[in-house]
């Protein structure tokens, strides 16, 4: 079986497509190039982002996975760029649950999201084999096919509707099919509040082997998102 025919296709109106840039990736991982050179590296979930796009030119080698590449990339853009308008008419309503450091202003913040969905379209059409449609918690790949796996604004993010099982499940795979270490990032829901199950998750990672630790970040847009989660995995 193919892995565009393991994953489940959702529809479009169901996703939001929307990214964050290379640079952003950097800064939210506490990341550098030099660490990541030689490493197999998977995005998941990749949404829009341009890390992969940006990534491969900076000599990494890097994979994107996300539920919304079983759709065509034109209709991706097209959808990203109305989510983008629609997420800055949001802003102009919770500018107040942001700090406006990083990216100024909403104009600002328009111009890094436009960026980030450019980059990740025109690579879609140049490397589609570089995106992979999967649905979590199950991925198409093999254990350890991944040395480095890093993972934004989904887990925890969306505890509200992805209940602890899920979260248990999606880290499991995760884990799975990388063979050092995962950053997820950030440790909060969509409030600013700390993940509820997050001391949970981690006495079950510690007793499965894995050495964790939350780690402060340069990065901090939305209030209170400036911390993230590092899982190395155990011998």
């Keep these: 079986m193919s892995r565009v ?50 990534g491969q030119k900076n000599g990494l080698d890097v994979t994107a996975c996300d539920i919304a590449y079983d759709h065509a990339g034109e209709e991706l853009e097209n959808k990203g760029l109305q ?64 040395d480095v796996l890093l993972s934004a604004h989904f887990l925890f993010m969306y505890a509200d509707r992805l209940d602890y099982p899920f979260h ?5 795979e995760l884990l799975r099919v990388s063979k050092e270490e995962i950053r997820i990032f950030p440790l909060v829901d969509l409030e600013g509040k700390r993940y509820r199950h ?18 402060k970040v340069s990065y901090e847009f939305q209030v209170n998102a400036n911390s993230m989660l590092k899982i190395k995995k155990g011998l």
Aim: proline share 3%; aromatic share 10%.
């Design 5 to 54: 025919e393991q994953s489940t296709k959702l529809d479009l109106e169901k996703i939001v497509f929307i990214g964050r840039t290379y640079e952003e990736y950097l800064d939210m991982f506490s990341l550098s190039v030099e660490e990541l050179r030689g490493k197999r590296i998977l995005d998941c979930p990749a949404g829009a982002c341009s890390f992969t796009a940006m």
């Design 83 to 146: 989510d983008i308008e629609h997420a800055m008419e949001h802003m102009k309503k919770a500018k107040k649950n942001y700090i406006w450091d990083y990216f100024k202003d909403i104009d600002g913040l328009r111009r890094y999201r436009l960026s980030a969905l450019e980059e990740c379209s025109n690579d879609m059409r140049n490397f589609g084999e570089r995106y992979v449609p999967v649905t979590l918690p199950s991925m198409p790949f093999k254990d350890g096919e991944f």
């Design 168 to 172: 248990i499940e999606t880290i499991n």
């Design 198 to 215: 997050l001391d949970t998750l981690l006495d079950h990672l510690t007793n499965n082997g894995c050495s964790v630790e939350e780690i």
